[in-house]
C-alpha cells in the first residue's frame, strides 16, 4: 500500500531494498520531512536524550554481562573483577552505572515537559500512558540491576523492596516467596533478577517503540500548546531539529562525561562497596537517589488507618466530589465543601493524635476503636505509593481544561512549580533518616502531592479563566521575533 | 468462508448456537491448552527442593551472659537469642497489654523467662533490627530498634513504636537440656 505512492530512490542497492521493504521511505517520512512543530524549546531535547540513554544502557549492559556471574558467591568478585582485570571493565561498569542515574534525570525532566506544556492531553493521552508505564518498566529494571553487585545496600534495597509485596492481605507473604524464590533474598533471587534485569530493557524498547508510533500519529506538541494549523506552523524534522537534538545531548553527554570520569561513585552508596551480609543490616538503608520521593511517601504512612482515618478520608472525598460530578455540584455548595474538608481535617488529625504515644507511654488521646487498623501503616505506605503513580496515569481525566500550555494558565504554573519543588522536597525526606521531624514532613509533601492532583487539577480546569492564546504557532514566532 | 458453508447447508436451518458452541469449546480449550503450558513455568519460580528442604539448628547457650545476646542464622536468616535480666523480664511484664499494637502477653512469647528466642527480622520490611550488641541503638524499650524506618521493639521484642504492624515472630524452638536448644 506505502509502496503505491513510494518516491523511486536514485541509489539503485537502496531501490532495490526499500522497493521490497519500504524502510527508507518510512525513515523519510518519519525522522527526513517530518513536520515538526517549529517553536521547540530546549525541554523538547530530552526524548532523544532518554533513547540515547536507553541504546547506551542496552549497549553497556550486554558487555557487563558477558563478565558477570549471578551467583551469591561470586557475584561481588566478578563486578571487582570487571573494575580490575577486565580491559576497560572500570569504564563499561561506570557509564552503565552513571548511566542509570542519567536516564533518570532525562526522563525524570521529559515528564516536567510534559506536564508543563499539556502533552497528556487530547489527543495525546495514550501516549502519556505509554510514557508512565515506561517509567514504571525502567524502576523495575533499575531496583533489578542495583542488586546485581551484590553489595550491602544490593541484598538490604532487595529485602526492603521485595518486603513491599508482604503488605498485601492474606496472599502477601506466599507472593513474597514466589518473588525470591526463597524464604529470603538468596542466590535464586538473584538469578532471576539477573534474568529479568536482562530481558526488561528490550521490553522497555518496545514500549519506546509504541510511545514513538503514537507519537507520530499525534505530532508533537510545542511549548504553546495549540495545534499545528498549517504548513507555516511546522518544519521538517532534519535537519532542524536533528542538529538541535544533536547539540542538546552533547552538552547532556558532557555532563554525564563528567560525572563518569571524575566523580563516578559520586551519585552511588559507599556501602555497596562492602559484600552483602544478611547478618548485618547497614545503619541506613537508603535507595538510589532516582527513588527517593517515591520512598518518601512510602515511609510517610507511619499511622494506621482506623476509622477516624477512614471516615476523614470519606469527608475529603465528599469535599471534593462537586469537582468532579455535575450532579453532585448541585446538591453541595461551596460552603458545604468547606465545612466537609474541615470536619475531614480535624478527623484525620483525632484519628492520627489517637496513635501517638505520648512520653510517658499512653496514648495522646483515647478514642474506642483506635487500635482497630482496617489497612494498617505498612499497607497504607505501600498503596499511598503506587497510588503517586497512579496519579499520573490518571492524569489525563484530572487535568481537563481545554488550554495546554502552563504558559497560558498563570494559576496551573504555579501549581506545577510547587508540585516539582514537592517532588524535589520529598527526595529530600527520602534520604534522611525516618527520626524526628522528618516523618511529619513526608506526610505533609505526600499530602500536597495528591491535592495537586486529585483537587488542585480537576478545580483549575473548571474554574481557571486562561489567557487569550496566540492564532497560530507561526504568528507567536513571529510576534516574538518582530519585537 | 461462512457463506460457503450456508450454500452448502441451504437446506438446514442455520444453527448459530452450534456454531457459537464450537467456537466457545474450542477457545475454552485452547485457554486450558495455554495455562497447563503456562503453569511448569509459573511454578519454577516458586522455592526449588533444596530450598524448601527444612533444615534445623541447635544452639549451646553455655556460654551467653546475663544480659547479653546472640545471633544465629537459620534458614538463611538471622535468629536473636537474649538472656534476659530481671530488669529487662519486669519491664516486659509490667506493660499494660491493651496499650500494645500486637497485644501479646510476654508468657506467650517464652518459653523460659530467662530466655527470648525470636527471629530478628523487622516486621515492617525485612531489615535486622539493632540491639544485639550492647553498643547498638536498642530503641526507646530497651529491646531492639530498626534502622530502616524506626521501629523500636520492648524487651519481649513486641512492636512498640514506629511502621512495624506485628512483633518479632517467635520460631518454633524447644529446650533439649536446660541449656540447649533447636530450633525448627
Known amino acids: ?483 | 468462508m461462512t457463506d460457503t458453508i450456508k450454500s452448502n447447508n441451504s437446506d438446514i436451518p442455520e444453527s448459530e448456537q452450534r456454531r457459537d458452541f464450537l467456537y466457545l469449546t474450542t477457545a475454552g480449550m485452547g485457554a486450558v491448552a495455554a495455562c497447563s503450558v503456562a503453569w511448569p513455568f509459573v511454578k519454577s519460580m516458586t522455592p526449588a527442593a533444596d530450598v524448601l528442604a527444612v533444615s534445623s539448628i541447635e544452639v549451646d547457650l553455655t556460654p551467653i551472659k546475663m544480659g547479653q545476646g546472640i545471633t544465629e542464622m537459620w534458614r538463611g536468616q538471622p535468629v536473636f537469642i537474649r538472656r534476659r535480666t530481671a530488669k529487662e523480664i519486669e519491664m516486659a511484664r509490667s506493660v499494660d497489654i491493651s496499650s500494645l499494637r500486637d497485644k501479646q502477653t510476654d508468657e506467650e512469647r517464652v518459653q523460659k523467662a530467662e530466655w527470648l528466642i525470636t527471629m530478628g527480622v523487622c516486621t515492617h520490611l525485612g531489615c535486622v533490627p539493632l540491639g544485639q550488641k550492647p553498643t547498638e541503638a536498642r530503641g526507646d524499650f530497651g529491646g531492639w530498634f530498626c534502622p530502616c524506618h524506626g521501629s523500636h521493639y520492648d524487651t519481649s521484642g513486641r512492636i512498640r513504636k514506629g511502621p512495624a504492624p506485628k512483633n518479632l515472630p517467635v520460631p518454633e524452638y524447644k529446650f533439649i537440656t536446660d541449656t540447649k536448644i533447636k530450633i525448627g
Open chain 1, 1 to 483: 500500500m506505502a509502496n503505491k505512492s513510494r518516491e523511486k530512490f536514485d541509489n539503485s542497492v537502496i531501490e532495490w531494498i526499500d522497493s521490497r521493504l519500504p524502510l527508507f521511505t518510512m525513515m523519510q517520512k518519519e525522522y527526513g520531512v517530518f513536520p515538526t512543530p517549529k517553536n521547540f524549546n530546549y525541554f523538547w531535547n530530552f526524548g532523544a536524550i532518554a533513547m540515547f540513554m536507553l541504546v547506551t544502557m542496552l549497549l553497556t549492559g550486554i558487555f557487563l554481562a558477558m563478565n558477570y556471574t549471578p551467583h551469591v558467591d561470586m557475584a561481588f568478585d566478578s563486578v571487582e573483577r570487571i573494575m580490575r582485570d577486565v580491559e576497560y571493565g572500570w569504564l563499561i561498569r561506570y557509564i552503565h552505572m552513571n548511566g542509570a542515574s542519567f536516564f533518570f534525570i532525562a526522563v525524570f525532566i521529559h515528564i516536567f515537559r510534559g506536564l508543563y506544556y499539556g502533552s497528556y492531553k487530547q489527543p495525546r493521552e495514550l501516549l502519556w500512558i505509554l510514557g508512565v508505564v515506561i517509567f514504571l518498566l525502567m524502576m523495575a529494571t533499575a531496583f533489578m540491576g542495583y542488586v546485581l553487585p551484590w553489595g550491602q545496600m544490593s541484598l538490604w534495597g532487595a529485602k526492603v523492596i521485595t518486603n513491599l509485596f508482604s503488605a498485601i492481605p492474606i496472599v502477601g507473604d506466599d507472593i513474597v516467596t514466589f518473588l525470591l524464590g526463597g524464604f529470603t533474598v538468596a542466590n535464586p533471587t538473584l538469578n532471576r533478577f539477573f534474568a529479568l534485569h536482562y530481558l526488561l530493557p528490550f521490553v522497555i524498547f518496545a514500549v519506546v517503540f509504541l510511545h514513538v508510533w503514537a507519537l507520530h500519529v499525534t505530532g508533537s506538541n510545542n511549548p504553546l500548546g495549540i495545534d499545528v494549523k498549517s504548513s507555516k506552523d511546522t518544519i521538517p524534522f532534519n535537519p532542524y531539529y536533528t542538529i538541535k537534538d544533536s547539540f542538546g545531548l552533547l552538552l547532556f553527554i558532557a555532563i554525564y562525561a563528567i560525572f563518569i570520569f571524575y566523580a563516578p561513585n559520586y551519585l552511588g552508596h559507599p556501602d555497596n562497596y562492602i559484600p552483602a551480609n544478611p547478618m548485618q543490616t547497614p545503619p541506613h538503608i537508603v535507595p538510589e537517589w532516582y527513588f527517593l520521593p517515591f520512598y518518601a511517601i512510602l515511609r510517610s504512612i507511619t499511622f494506621d488507618f482506623n476509622i477516624y482515618i477512614l471516615a476523614s478520608l470519606g469527608l475529603f472525598a465528599l469535599s471534593i466530589s462537586p469537582l468532579y460530578c455535575e450532579n453532585i455540584a448541585k446538591k453541595i455548595n461551596c460552603l458545604a465543601s468547606i465545612v466537609f474538608a474541615i470536619a475531614g481535617g480535624a478527623l484525620f488529625v483525632l484519628g492520627y493524635l489517637s496513635q501517638i504515644d505520648a512520653e510517658n507511654g499512653g496514648k495522646i488521646i483515647s478514642l474506642p476503636f483506635h487500635d482497630f487498623a482496617i489497612i494498617d501503616a505498612k499497607l497504607g505506605g505501600v498503596l499511598a505509593m503506587f497510588g503517586a503513580i497512579a496519579m499520573l496515569f490518571l492524569l489525563p481525566w484530572l487535568d481537563t481544561h481545554p488550554v495546554r500550555s502552563a504558559t497560558f494558565r498563570p494559576w496551573f504554573k504555579i501549581a506545577v512549580l510547587i508540585l516539582v519543588v514537592d517532588f524535589v522536597f520529598l527526595g529530600v525526606v527520602g534520604g534522611k533518616p525516618a527520626e524526628g521531624i522528618w516523618p511529619m514532613a513526608g506526610l505533609i509533601a505526600t499530602g500536597i502531592y495528591y491535592i495537586f492532583f486529585l483537587v488542585i487539577c480537576p478545580f483549575l480546569s473548571k474554574y481557571e479563566k486562561a489567557k487569550p492564546l496566540p492564532e497560530s504557532i507561526h504568528q507567536a514566532v513571529l510576534d516574538k521575533s518582530g519585537k
